[in-house]
């Protein structure tokens, strides 16, 4: 700077100049930029967070830039560069703010899948959602740690489900809360088990076996059991009966698949023995009977439908000597008929000769016939 001093009195005063040297120091450029409000994880940088104002035109810079996306946190710092348009007059400037990033609430949404009764509340999961998770996030944030349980154990259709202790975890899961998990319901159905009714037999007139069946080893869990009894389709004749369930079972918590049988009433063996008989020779034949040794209760043969046929080889003419007596065609619906074979005797007749009453007779007459008659037998 110079400065020229012209005197008033320039007759005794003479002109003078002076130049010094001063330093002008360049405006301070000034930011105007307030903290901006939360805003939640999955929300870009915008211009209502990076809005910082100078005090003179200029070009502003901010860090991170525009569109960043932040990670969950707070007290997260957003900085500001500025440069002066009149840089000749004006200085750059910077300025930090500091911004809270929430983070984003998300739902978990669980299906379950049905099982078969096993005995505990345990629930089985099927899927798991996150509602509310970025897509480019799905990879690294799950639902975790928790437990889902029956009311109870028991078998039923659309049972209530209820869970405890579900977190988030994976690599992005701090940026998100979780507010809420929705559980929904499934079905337990009864275990399927195979009762196999085994085959019984008895012999007409017995009483009924106990009706057993085979059940495959562990098909009922620890602390289950079965209940009630086999039955059969009623009657006591010989014959095949079907074996039923009738009132079996194992609770609600089984489904029974029941594989049948028969009880056979087998037919009970009755023993028809001829009686033994005798006669004398060219006597008639006697009336051939037989003894029952078998019969059920009070029956007697009249249960037989068709009686017992008797014969014998021998005739009212057949000599002395032992026949054979012969069942045969007995039939009865509910007996095993077999024979013992009895014997006919035929005895010799005792034979009483009488001669005809004797004329007198000299020795010296001439040869004359006897005449006699026999009691039984031959001719005489």
Same mark, same amino acid.
């Given at each position: 700077? !110079? $400065? /020229?001093?012209?005197?008033? /009195?320039?007759?005794?005063?003479?002109?003078? @100049?002076?130049?010094?040297?001063?330093?002008?120091?360049?405006?301070?450029?000034?930011?105007?930029?307030?903290?901006?409000?939360?805003?939640?994880?999955?929300?870009?940088?915008?211009?209502?967070?990076?809005?910082?104002?100078?005090?003179?035109?200029?070009?502003?810079?901010?860090?991170?830039?525009?569109?960043?996306?932040?990670?969950?946190?707070?007290?997260?710092?957003? !900085? $500001?560069?500025?440069?002066?348009?009149?840089?000749?007059?004006?200085?750059?400037?910077?300025?930090?703010?500091?911004? %809270?990033?929430?983070?984003?609430?998300?739902?978990?949404?669980?299906?379950?899948?049905?099982?078969?009764?096993?005995?505990?509340?345990?629930?089985? $999961?099927? @899927?798991?959602?996150?509602?509310?998770?970025?897509?480019?996030?799905?990879? /690294?944030?799950?639902?975790?740690?928790?437990?889902?349980?029956?009311? %109870?154990?028991?078998?039923?259709?659309?049972? @209530?489900?209820?869970?405890?202790?579900?977190? #988030?975890?994976?690599?992005?899961?701090?940026?998100?809360?979780?507010?809420?998990?929705?559980?929904?319901?499934?079905?337990?159905?009864? !275990?399927?088990?195979?009762?196999?009714?085994?085959?019984?037999?008895?012999?007409?007139? /017995?009483?009924?076996?106990?009706?057993?069946?085979?059940?495959?080893?562990?098909?009922?869990?620890?602390?289950?059991?079965?209940?009630?009894?086999?039955?059969?389709?009623?009657?006591?004749?010989?014959?095949?009966?079907?074996?039923?369930?009738?009132?079996?079972?194992?609770?609600?918590?089984?489904?029974?698949?029941?594989?049948?049988?028969? #009880?056979?009433?087998?037919?009970?063996? &009755?023993?028809?023995?001829?009686?033994?008989?005798?006669?004398?020779?060219?006597?008639?034949?006697?009336?051939?009977?037989?003894?029952?040794?078998?019969?059920?209760?009070?029956?007697?043969?009249?249960?037989?439908?068709?009686? $017992?046929?008797?014969?014998?080889?021998?005739?009212?003419?057949?000599?002395?000597?032992?026949?054979?007596?012969?069942?045969?065609?007995?039939?009865?619906?509910?007996?095993?008929?077999?024979?013992?074979?009895?014997?006919?005797?035929?005895?010799?007749?005792?034979?009483?000769?009488?001669?005809?009453? &004797?004329?007198?007779?000299? @020795?010296?007459?001439?040869?004359?016939?006897?005449?006699?008659?026999?009691?039984?037998?031959?001719?005489?």
């Amino acid at each position: 700077m !110079k $400065v /020229d001093f012209v005197p008033t /009195d320039a007759a005794n005063y003479a002109s003078i @100049s002076k130049t010094v040297t001063i330093n002008v120091a360049k405006a301070t450029s000034v930011i105007t930029w307030a903290n901006p409000a939360a805003i939640t994880y999955g929300t870009a940088l915008t211009a209502s967070q990076l809005n910082a104002a100078a005090n003179v035109p200029g070009t502003l810079t901010y860090t991170p830039v525009l569109n960043t996306l932040l990670n969950a946190g707070v007290n997260q710092s957003l !900085k $500001v560069d500025f440069v002066p348009a009149d840089a000749a007059n004006y200085t750059t400037a910077s300025k930090i703010v500091s911004l %809270d990033v929430n983070r984003r609430p998300v739902n978990g949404n669980i299906i379950f899948a049905n099982k078969i009764y096993d005995g505990n509340n345990s629930a089985m $999961v099927a @899927s798991i959602a996150l509602n509310g998770v970025l897509a480019a996030d799905l990879a /690294d944030v799950v639902l975790t740690g928790f437990t889902a349980t029956f009311a %109870d154990k028991n078998a039923g259709l659309a049972k @209530s489900i209820s869970t405890a202790g579900a977190t #988030l975890s994976g690599a992005k899961a701090n940026n998100y809360t979780l507010s809420g998990v929705v559980s929904g319901t499934a079905a337990i159905t009864a !275990k399927p088990i195979i009762i196999t009714a085994d085959a019984k037999s008895k012999i007409y007139g /017995d009483m009924d076996p106990l009706l057993t069946y085979t059940l495959s080893p562990g098909a009922l869990l620890a602390g289950d059991a079965l209940s009630g009894i086999l039955s059969r389709l009623a009657g006591e004749n010989s014959g095949s009966y079907l074996i039923n369930q009738n009132n079996l079972t194992a609770g609600a918590n089984y489904t029974i698949t029941f594989n049948s049988n028969n #009880l056979v009433i087998n037919r009970k063996n &009755l023993v028809i023995t001829l009686d033994n008989k005798t006669k004398a020779y060219l006597a008639p034949n006697p009336l051939l009977t037989a003894s029952y040794s078998g019969f059920v209760g009070s029956e007697n043969s009249n249960v037989l439908t068709t009686s $017992v046929n008797i014969t014998t080889t021998a005739t009212a003419a057949s000599p002395s000597g032992i026949y054979p007596i012969t069942g045969s065609g007995a039939i009865a619906a509910n007996y095993a008929i077999s024979y013992v074979t009895g014997t006919l005797t035929v005895l010799s007749s005792p034979q009483t000769i009488t001669f005809d009453v &004797l004329a007198n007779k000299l @020795s010296t007459d001439p040869v004359f016939n006897l005449t006699a008659t026999s009691s039984a037998g031959l001719t005489v």
